[in-house]
């Protein structure tokens, strides 16, 4: 009996020790998996308007040639290594110390300097885009610029691909919902009355006129600010106009860029603008000839901190 016992209980023990053994292969099993995931979530693909790339999430070394883009890495405390110096935003100056590389100026990029940094990421928009080839030799590059046509899906499409490549998700979600906020709050304001606006740019003593689906046009799609003049042609430059036009437009709200201000140094607008012809207007005489600022309108649109800052000078202008 003493040994069949033996037998039993050795039986048993047999049984326990593979079924442990089993355990700890299936253990093994399912903690190999996350590790097969956090593998897979390393890299997204990101379509843009010139390609499909694959970017490495949080990389460490970044090349930003749109000022908007910086303008929201800036806000979301993400570092960069590169941009082009010659002319960045005065509220983006930081940027112009020594500690960042000069990677030459937004329509003539420094692929040498490039090189040199071994970027993970470059970011380019518009006034790169014809120079994609070359930029994709060095790094990964991703277009990032915003279409006038649809400004804020655009715009908040740049912003969810940053928040995604530098785990900034829940940042993005939260600054995109406080512009909404003001976006909505500013709607509100500018359809109470008849009054209508007229949005141009002003450069080297012209005038050049913006309306719905151009450039500056989302004074008006997003903003909700009637436009002066229905029939502007849609355009990254503008129509170019004449004093005589505004005066026959007669305008209620006036909004003037001054170009030269961020690229020649010289704010010339005030004066180029506010002649006897302009003096006629109902916004000269109502005081809404409104300055908007050029870092943010001209040089660094359709970033988070910009975006808060347009909504802002436009509600303040119209109040």
């Not at 014809?130 to 030799?137: R, V």
């Not at 170019?240 to 704010?267: C, H, M, Q, T």
Request: net charge negative; aromatic share 8%.
């Amino acid at each position: 009996m003493k040994k069949l016992a033996l037998v039993i209980i050795s039986a048993l023990f047999l049984v326990v020790a593979a079924a442990c053994s089993s355990n700890e292969k299936s253990k093994e099993a399912n903690t190999s998996e996350p590790k097969e995931k956090t593998e897979e979530t390393k890299e997204i693909t990101v379509k843009h308007l010139l390609d499909e790339t694959k970017v490495k999430k949080n990389p460490e070394k970044v090349v930003v040639f749109d000022f908007g883009v910086l303008d929201s890495l800036d806000k979301l405390g993400v570092e960069v290594a590169g941009v082009p110096q010659k002319v960045v935003p005065e509220y983006l100056s930081k940027y112009k110390d020594e500690k960042y590389v000069n990677t030459g100026s937004l329509k003539e990029p420094d692929f040498e300097k490039m090189a040199e940094i071994g970027p993970e990421l470059i970011i380019i928009s518009a006034r790169q885009q014809d120079l994609y080839e070359e930029f994709k030799e060095i790094a990964p590059t991703i277009y990032m610029g915003v279409d006038p046509t649809q400004y804020m899906e655009s715009f908040k499409g740049n912003m969810t691909t940053l928040g995604e490549i530098f785990g900034k998700e829940s940042e993005v979600e939260s600054e995109l919902a406080k512009i909404d906020d003001d976006i909505k709050e500013l709607k509100k304001l500018a359809s109470d009355g008849d009054q209508k606006g007229l949005v141009t740019l002003v450069t080297g003593g012209k005038v050049n006129a913006y309306g719905p689906g151009s450039r500056f046009g989302l004074i008006h799609e997003v903003f909700g600010v009637t436009p002066a003049d229905e029939k502007i042609e849609a355009s990254t430059h503008g129509a170019n106009i004449s004093f005589e036009y505004i005066a026959e437009k007669n305008p209620d709200y006036l909004f003037v860029i001054d170009r030269d201000a961020v690229v020649g140094g010289e704010a010339a607008a005030k004066k180029t603008i506010e002649n006897d012809l302009v003096k006629k207007t109902n916004a000269y005489k109502e005081n809404k000839i409104i300055y908007l600022d050029p870092n943010y309108w001209y040089l660094a649109g359709g970033g988070l901190q910009s975006m808060s800052e347009m909504v802002k000078e436009v509600k303040e202008g119209i109040q």
